[in-house]
Structures are given as structure tokens and as C-alpha cells.
T-cell receptor, first 113, second 108 residues
């Protein structure tokens, strides 16, 4: 089954403790991206990747890192999480080029205490 | 990416058609108009997209004006499961911006 898999589904952590949220897709998509969703602010793009070893900033990249060493994986790294990074995170992927639809993961609810 | 304007909310009776408007007056020539929806806090779900022509699939129809400055998503027979936030997104490739969307509530 074609899917985008995010892990974990829920995560509670403390300020400053490094964490990684994983994202994997099985559709051989070139494009992958991360979003955060906060009440009243909608979905905002954090980072995106056009292909392996190619990443670029979205609208809210501060405090996040990403890497794209393999086509199927696009982990989101919070090296020193802070409470303002408490949010619902989504990963998405698509084939390359205009006119391609995004497939979204089920989301990761992160709480930073 | 182009900015969009959508009504914040809309009610629709079950079984009736729901027409969701979207203004995207700054859309550029290579941007498609995409529609996604998000049910509660689930991952957004693709509905339909188009460039210039009207499009129809099993979920919905998309009407794009000739000047491409606005579009309308039509859910032909709304059901209770269509209650969701609907996002209209002009997009080509790369950076992508969601707006606030339209909260659609389908009532019995």
C-alpha cells in the first residue's frame, strides 16, 4: 500500500533534549516536505526536499534540521527543542514536478515541556 | 506562491451540493490550483487539481475561471463525512503555502 509513515505518533519530551521524527515513503517520490500545524495558524512548511541531498527552507525553518540521504527517508531533527515547538507535525511526499499531488502522513503530536 | 482568499466557514445540508469558492488573483502561469481537505487533525487529503480546464474526479469537480484568478470546488452530494477544512492552494513545485481554508460543516 502506498503510504507516508511518520513515527512516533505522539511524543512528549523536555526542553533541550534532542529528538528526531522520522518520515518514510514507499512510492519512490522525489519531493518530500515537513509542516507544522498550530491552532489558528494553519499548516506552515518547515523544510522541503526536491531530491536526495537537496533541501531548502520553508516558511518556518528556525529550530529545525532535516537531511535527505536516501530517497525514501526525510527525518526532522530538533536539536534543542523548546516549548514553542509544541505542535502537530506532518510529513508529505510527491513525485517531481508541477501537477503532482501530495501524500501526507498521519501526523506526529509533539509536546515539549 | 500566490495568496488565496477563502470564506472561513460554510454550512451545507447533507445530500446537497457544496460550492466552495477560492480567489487566487496573483496565481502565476505555471501554478496549478490544488484542493486538499483535512478532517479533524488527520493528514490533509488530496481532492483534485487543475491548471486551466475544469476537472472532475470521483470526489469532486473543479471549475477554474478563464482568467484563472478564482476557482470553485464542487462536492456534488455532500455527506456527513465531508465535514472538514478545505484548502485551496496554487502551487507548482517546491515551496508550498497553506492558507486558513474553509471549515465546511455538513448537517443532516
Amino acid at each position: 500500500e502506498a503510504q507516508v509513515t511518520q513515527n512516533p505518533r505522539y511524543l512528549i519530551t523536555v526542553t533541550g533534549k534532542k529528538l528526531t521524527v522520522t518520515c518514510s515513503q514507499n512510492m519512490n517520490h522525489e519531493y518530500m516536505s515537513w509542516y507544522r500545524q498550530d491552532p489558528g495558524l494553519g499548516l506552515r512548511q518547515i523544510y522541503y526536499s526536491m531530491n536526495v541531498e537537496v533541501t531548502d527552507k520553508g516558511d518556518v525553518p528556525e529550530g529545525y534540521k532535516v537531511s535527505r540521504k536516501e530517497k525514501r527517508n526525510f527525518p526532522l531533527i530538533l536539536e534543542s527543542p523548546s516549548p514553542n515547538q509544541t505542535s502537530l507535525y506532518f510529513c508529505a511526499s510527491s513525485w517531481a514536478g508541477a501537477g503532482e499531488k501530495l501524500f501526507f502522513g498521519s501526523g506526529t503530536q509533539l509536546s515539549v515541556l | 506562491d500566490a495568496k488565496t482568499t477563502q470564506p472561513p466557514s460554510m454550512d451545507c445540508a447533507e445530500g446537497r451540493a457544496a460550492n466552495l469558492p477560492c480567489n487566487h488573483s496573483t496565481i502565476s502561469g505555471n501554478e496549478y490550483v490544488y484542493w486538499y481537505r483535512q478532517i479533524h487533525s488527520q493528514g490533509p487529503q488530496y481532492i483534485i487539481h487543475g491548471l486551466k480546464n475544469n476537472e472532475t474526479n470521483e470526489m469532486a469537480s473543479l471549475i477554474i475561471t478563464e482568467d484563472r484568478k478564482s476557482s470553485t470546488l464542487i462536492l456534488p452530494h455532500a455527506t456527513l463525512r465531508d465535514t472538514a477544512v478545505y484548502y485551496c492552494i496554487p502551487h507548482s513545485w517546491g515551496k508550498l503555502q497553506f492558507g486558513a481554508g474553509t471549515q465546511v460543516v455538513v448537517t443532516p
